[in-house]
């Protein structure tokens, strides 16, 4: 793998694409990771495994305004440039691409994309229109990088779902790699938005992992009633005055249908805000035959 090389940093799709296809016409393996920036371990851990597998690693860092409902943070999102810069050479990473906004949403931008069915629920009930811009960013940089492989982490777990039915759906030429959720010594998952919370709320935000543990245990000692372990996670989250629980459900992992009765394969799936800081996390739950 071509870990020496010097890292390039652009804004340009054509500079892009120039790079992308030289490097396939020498016959190298493309892998892409997107992301928004504000690179945390989770980040470099997609960038390892993307420059342990792939020859010609591009890093997308886009804050996509689509993505971002009415009074969310897209303004005060963090954005670390120059920090990103220094991780992505450190990694190996070769391409950089930062578009700017205008090129990826020119004036008079009018074409979107909806995973009907995954959109709208969970977090899509709670963010309406923020799969939509999802699916619309992943496809436009799927077709700008044109990687052999693109890799996304296990933490947000339905929007790897989404992303993977829309390929399916639409045939795209491009493997998607899930990347396990990286975490904290306590268990809190790393996200971006970690740096919002305040010491207190940082203390508190561990019921999150605390509650899908528990759902893990109450399933594997054979718990029948899956209202009752949902119940139960709520309570947990709901045991710290600064956390205000969203939904805490059991789902099935891929249509990500809530159940009514366990099953071997579960996903056990929690948002709530902490402070006024909305995080995620997920856990899948397989259960061995009895
Ligand atoms: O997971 C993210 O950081 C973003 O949703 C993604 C996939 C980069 C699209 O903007």
């Not at 693109?150 to 933490?155: C, E, L, R, S, V």
């Not at 010491?199 to 992992?209: G, Q, T």
């Not at 605390?210 to 399933?219: G, I, N, T, V, Y």
């Not at 372990?229 to 990500?256: C, F, K, N, T, W």
Request: negative net charge.
């Amino acid at each position: 793998m071509n870990q020496s090389q010097e890292l390039v940093v652009t804004t340009s799709p054509d500079e892009l694409r120039m790079a992308v296809r030289q490097a396939r016409s020498e016959g190298q393996r493309i892998g892409c990771v997107p992301t928004m920036g504000a690179l945390h371990e989770g980040h470099i851990s997609l960038i390892r495994q993307a420059v342990d597998t792939c020859d010609f690693v591009v890093v997308w860092i886009f804050v996509n305004p689509t993505q971002f409902g009415e009074g969310e943070d897209l303004q005060t999102y963090p954005r670390p440039i120059e920090e990103d810069l220094k991780k992505c050479g450190a990694a190996g990473v070769r391409m950089v691409f930062m578009p700017p906004p205008e090129v990826i949403y020119p004036d008079g931008y009018s074409t979107w994309v909806e995973v009907a069915g995954l959109s709208e629920i969970l977090e899509g009930a709670s963010r309406p229109g923020h799969f939509r811009g999802v699916a619309t960013i992943v496809l436009k940089l799927l077709n700008l990088i044109q990687p052999d492989v693109a890799f996304f982490g296990a933490k947000d777990y339905q929007q790897q779902t989404l992303i993977r039915r829309m390929v399916r759906d639409l045939n795209l030429p491009v493997e998607i790699a899930i990347c396990p959720t990286v975490r904290e010594e306590d268990g809190l998952a790393m996200s971006s938005r970690n740096a919002y919370l305040n010491p207190a709320e940082r203390a508190a935000a561990i019921r999150l992992f605390e509650a899908l543990q528990l759902a893990d245990s109450r399933f594997r000692e054979g718990a029948e009633d899956v209202a009752a372990v949902q119940e139960e996670m709520l309570g947990h989250l709901r045991g710290s005055d600064l956390i205000e629980p969203d939904y805490a459900v059991i789902a099935d992992p891929d249509s990500l249908e809530q159940l009514t009765s366990p099953q071997p394969r579960m996903v056990a799936l929690i948002a709530a805000r902490v402070g006024s800081t909305r995080l995620i996390d997920n856990q899948l739950i397989e259960l061995s035959p009895r």
